[in-house]
């Protein structure tokens, strides 16, 4: 293994009726923003639960509504005026990714000496925040428990991510991740939670660190569960149990654990759809279905050796008689019947999308850099050969 240092500040609240926790954890605060999405809180009885505990607690709550997926820099930006006129000193987020993300945006943007493009496009060191708290509604991002920040902007057709997990402030002080929260979710957000879970382990499961048992078996073992738990969470979505499994595996498979034990992994995918994203407004882990099994195929003809661990450890494919280039075949097979039986897409034919700029999605996914990625570096035009084969495929 690399040198690595692990280093996870926030205090995790995990099971039924947690949100009680929440009581002592607003003492000594006065002043909240409480920041969420489009009203399914309210729908579900949760925005009540929590302004009922606010009201309590006697502290002043204000407002921050309508996050959207791929959260944009335009609410961060009122979010930061409201923080800075109400003299906030807590901010609350409940709901999944993108509302802890904006709100994580929100925290560091609200105190930072920079404007809050300049921390993101040029990575600015954020050495304070207002404090944050997450009450999580969708398994998915991890966000409840990483530093990791990634917002659009839609001016410029960017979306960027910054977050330091050594030793960085932008962790939630605690977050409070009840199960029963997530029995609403549709159908399609579940999908995508599961999508998005096995896409942050496959990032860092694919790796060249020398030395990596440790990490690829617990990585492994992460997958194990999700692929099993797929097919039958969109068949039972109020099953506490599935619920419960999937909402751990998303903490664990993004709270820096399996980065310092793998060496952080290769991420190429997540760049791609950080683009295809950030030009077409897609939703994230529809953008990782479409990518991540072209990708697969280019890689696994250069090494193939995680595609058999992956064959053999995961899916349990019967490898008898065949070559390493046939198992890692039978690998990616399996992983596109698999998105294909979650009825993910494709190609961006499926968002009828005939039109595109390649040059342009290949500088939004470099970003200034010449190369993309650790498990296999991909060159420029290897990018964009990639990209375009997302927009080709059926």
């Not at 109400?86 to 994580?104: E, F, H, M, R, W």
Request: with cysteine.
């Amino acid at each position: 293994m690399e040198n690595f240092i692990l280093y996870n500040p926030t205090k995790l609240y995990f099971g039924k009726n947690q949100i009680q926790k929440l009581k002592e954890e607003l003492k000594g605060y006065n002043h909240i923003l409480l920041v969420y999405g489009g009203g399914s809180i309210k729908k579900t009885g949760l925005y009540d639960q929590v302004t009922d505990i606010l009201k309590e607690a006697k502290v002043l709550a204000y407002e921050l509504s309508g996050v959207e997926p791929n959260p944009k820099i335009t609410l961060v930006r009122k979010g930061i005026d409201l923080v800075k006129k109400n003299k906030v000193d807590l901010i609350l987020a409940v709901g999944g990714g993108s509302t802890i993300d904006c709100a994580k945006a929100i925290s560091i943007g609200s105190v930072s000496d920079y404007d809050i493009m300049e921390i993101f496009k040029y990575n600015k060191p954020a050495k304070k925040v207002i404090k944050l708290g997450v009450i999580l509604t969708l398994s998915a991002t991890g966000s409840e428990m990483n530093p990791r920040i990634v917002i659009s902007d839609n001016s410029e057709n960017l979306k960027l991510g910054i977050g330091n997990f050594d030793l960085n402030v932008t962790y939630p002080d605690f977050s409070i991740c009840d199960p029963t929260f997530t029995l609403t979710v549709p159908l399609n957000q579940t999908i995508n939670g599961v999508i998005d879970i096995i896409s942050h382990v496959l990032e860092q499961y694919f790796n060249q660190n020398k030395n990596s048992i440790l990490g690829d078996e617990i990585a492994e073992s992460i997958l194990r569960t999700m692929f099993d738990l797929g097919p039958k969470i969109i068949k039972d979505l109020e099953n506490y149990e599935l619920r419960e499994t999937m909402m751990i595996c998303g903490t664990l498979a993004w709270n820096g654990l399996l980065r310092g034990l793998t060496n952080n992994g290769d991420w190429s995918c997540h760049g791609m759809e950080h683009a295809l994203s950030a030009v077409y407004d897609i939703p994230h882990a529809e953008g990782l279905a479409i990518i991540t099994p072209i990708w697969m195929d280019f890689v696994s003809k250069i090494d193939s050796s995680k595609f058999v661990s992956l064959a053999k450890n995961v899916f349990k494919i019967n490898t008898e008689n065949k070559t390493d280039d046939e198992i890692a075949i039978k690998a990616i097979e399996y992983y596109r019947n698999f998105l294909s039986n979650l009825h993910a897409p494709t190609s961006m034919k499926y968002y009828n999308i005939t039109e595109f700029d390649l040059d342009a999605l290949v500088e939004k996914t470099l970003l200034g850099k010449k190369t993309l990625g650790h498990y296999v570096v991909l060159s420029e035009e290897e990018v964009k050969d990639l990209l375009n084969k997302c927009f080709i495929g059926e």
